[in-house]
Structures are given as C-alpha cells and as structure tokens.
C-alpha cells in the first residue's frame, strides 16, 4: 500500500491524495494521520505543516470530491453531444464517482437528510445548478415542455443514482447485481435511458 503516490511531485498533493484513497478503500472512519503518512509517502510533521490536523486533511480532500461531482455535471453543457448522449455520458460518471467514494457520497446525502438547516457545497450546487442542468438535458432529448414534469424526471434519476449506493451490499441482495461492477452500472445507465426515451 506504501508509496501508491510517490510520483505526484508536490508532498500536499500526496497527502491529498492518501486520504482520498483511504476514504474510497476503507471509509472516513479509517483515516488516520500516521495511514496518510505511510500512504503518502511523508513524515506526519509534512501533514500537519500543510493542513494542521486530521479533519482540515479530510475536509480538503471533500472538496476534491466534491469538485468531481460538480464536474461531471459540466458534462451537461456539452454543445457538441446529443442531448441523451450527454445524459449517458453524465449518469456514467456520476455513477463511477459515487461508487469509488460510497462513504462520502453517503455523507452527502446523510447531510441533506438530516442536517437540512445546513447544506454542503455539493447540495446547494444540485440545488442551484445541477438539477436544472439535468431538467435542461431531458427537455432536449424528449421534448417535454412542463417544467413539473421534468422535475419529476430529474427528482427519479438522482434517486435512481442514490439508491444503489445507499444500499451497498443490500442492493446486491436485493436485486442479485452487483452495483460495483462497471458494466453492471452501466446497463442500469442504459435503462435509465431507455425508460426517458420512452417518455
């Protein structure tokens, strides 16, 4: 496990990139400074001179996330792309992101469930930007005018995309698939899209 980021010339960048891994690989519960160090490839005094504690280290690396996040929603405004095209391209890597970082995805949603006084960046962006980014796309692609309507359409594929990767291992239970495989996401994209095509 030591030493995964040793070509990454900036030590802050290496210890970014620790946390995140060790976040997607074992949750925020197994963060620990002395993990991010070994992992990183630096001395825990390097940690502490760049972010001064566990927690600035683990909210920096949030933001990393969370900027993944709201870049896959840029992938909406693709003038270039078919309208349904971009939506497929846009649930794919949702949908990769959401499955490489599951606790922190949770997170987001734990936050918009129960801390509703107190909205993430990444919530208020839905809110503010990324669910009319998904309204505007299905507008294009199916030609539905009513903006209820579409806000219907938006509200079911973001709980398409949560439900899976709230459920985790149950989900697989449940449905016999497993979510974490990449062909099995993307087939679950492909019916997704079937079913607004047939709209």
Do not use: W
């Not at 940690?47 to 909210?59: C, E, L, Q, R, T």
């Not at 987001?108 to 801390?115: A, E, K, S, T």
């Not at 107190?118 to 009319?132: C, P, T, V, W």
């Not at 359409?153 to 899976?164: E, N, V, W």
């Amino acid at each position: 496990m030591k030493n995964n980021f040793k070509d990454v010339p900036s030590s802050k960048d290496r210890i970014l990139n620790a946390t995140l891994y060790i976040i997607g690989k074992d949750g925020f519960q197994n963060v620990t400074i002395r993990k991010i160090a070994d992992i990183a490839d630096v001395n825990v005094a390097s940690i502490n001179y760049h972010f001064g504690s566990k927690d600035n280290v683990i909210n920096e690396a949030l933001k990393c996330i969370t900027n993944k996040f709201m870049n896959s929603f840029q992938l909406l405004d693709d003038s270039q792309t078919a309208p349904i095209d971009k939506l497929r391209i846009f649930l794919r890597s949702y949908s990769d992101i959401s499955v490489e970082y599951p606790d922190v995805f949770k997170n987001f949603v734990n936050q918009l469930i129960y801390n509703g006084t107190h909205e993430s960046e990444y919530m208020m962006f839905i809110r503010q930007k990324g669910s009319d980014s998904i309204k505007n796309v299905l507008k294009d692609a199916t030609g539905i005018e009513d903006n209820h309507t579409l806000s219907l359409m938006a509200l079911q594929i973001i709980g398409s995309m949560i439900f899976p990767v709230l459920a985790n291992d149950h989900a697989k239970f449940i449905s016999e698939l497993n979510y974490k495989d990449k062909m099995t996401r993307y087939d679950y994209v492909e019916l997704l899209i079937r079913g607004i095509q047939h709209s």
